[in-house]
C-alpha cells in the first residue's frame, strides 16, 4: 500500500492498494478528532472520528489512529477504490465548538 | 432527516447587491455554523450560534450578517461584498457544541464581480 510518514498535500495510490493518509495537530488539550472527505463541488462529509482515551478506531474500510505522545493523526483506507478520490481533512477540538482543520491530502486512485 | 441543506447551490452578486444564503437541518441539531472555503483550502470558521444565540463571530466583516430564525435555520445576509469574498460558503451543525461531530451540508458557491 501508499503511505507517507509526514503530511503530504498529495497522495497518488493504485486502485486495491491500502493508502494511509497522516496530519500532526497542534493542540495538546484537544481531546476529539475527526476525518473529513470532500468530493469536488460538495461539502466535507463525516468519515470517522476518535477521541483522545482511544488510539485505534475502525470503521467500514477505514481505520484511525491516534498517537497522542508525538500529536499525530492517521487515516488508513483499505482496498481503496476509484470513489475514494477526493480532499482529505483531518480535524481537532481545541475548544468547544471550533474545529481546527488540517491543510488536507488530495488523494488520486489510479485505475 | 439527516443532511444539511443549503440553497443556492450558485450565486453571482455584483458588489452592490444584497442577498441571503440559506441553510436548514432537521436533525434537531442545537448548533449551528457558516464556514467560509476558498480552493484548495480548508473551511475557515466564521459564526457559531447555540441555541439560537450567536455564540462566536469569528472577526468577521460586517458586509456579512447570520441571523437564526429559529433551531433549524440558519441564514447569511451578504450586502457590499468584495470580489475576494467569492468562495465556498458552508453550512454545518451539531447535536450540541461541546465537542461534537459538525455535519456540513453542500455549500452555496459564490461568485462577486
Known amino acids: 500500500g501508499e503511505s507517507v510518514g509526514l503530511h503530504l498535500p498529495t497522495l497518488s495510490v493504485q486502485e486495491g492498494d491500502n493508502s494511509i493518509i497522516n496530519c500532526a495537530y497542534s493542540n495538546s488539550a484537544s481531546d476529539y478528532f475527526i476525518w473529513y472527505k470532500q468530493e469536488s463541488g460538495k461539502g466535507p462529509q463525516f468519515i470517522i472520528d476518535?477521541?483522545?482515551?482511544?488510539d485505534k478506531r475502525q470503521g467500514q474500510r477505514v481505520t484511525v489512529l491516534l498517537n497522542k505522545t508525538v500529536k499525530h493523526l492517521s487515516l488508513q483506507i483499505a482496498a481503496t477504490q476509484p470513489g475514494d478520490s477526493a480532499v482529505y481533512f483531518c480535524?481537532?477540538?481545541?475548544?468547544?465548538?471550533?474545529?481546527?482543520f488540517g491543510a488536507g491530502t488530495t488523494v488520486t486512485v489510479r485505475a | 432527516d439527516t443532511e444539511v441543506t443549503q440553497t443556492p447551490k450558485h450565486l453571482v452578486m455584483g458588489m452592490t447587491n444584497k442577498k441571503s444564503l440559506k441553510c436548514e437541518q432537521h436533525m434537531g441539531h442545537r448548533a449551528m455554523y457558516w464556514y467560509k472555503q476558498k480552493a484548495k483550502k480548508p473551511p475557515e470558521l466564521m459564526f457559531v450560534y447555540s441555541y439560537e444565540k450567536l455564540s462566536i463571530n469569528e472577526s468577521v466583516p460586517s458586509r456579512f450578517s447570520p441571523e437564526c430564525p429559529n433551531s433549524s435555520l440558519l441564514n447569511l445576509h451578504l450586502h457590499a461584498l468584495q470580489p475576494e469574498d467569492s468562495a465556498l460558503y458552508l453550512c454545518?451543525?451539531?447535536?450540541?457544541?461541546?465537542?461534537?461531530?459538525?455535519?456540513f451540508g453542500p455549500g452555496t458557491r459564490l461568485t462577486v464581480l
Open positions: 454545518a451543525s451539531s447535536p450540541d457544541g461541546e465537542t461534537d461531530t459538525q455535519y
Open positions: 480535524a481537532e477540538t481545541p475548544n468547544d465548538y471550533k474545529l481546527s
Open positions: 476518535i477521541r483522545s482515551n482511544m
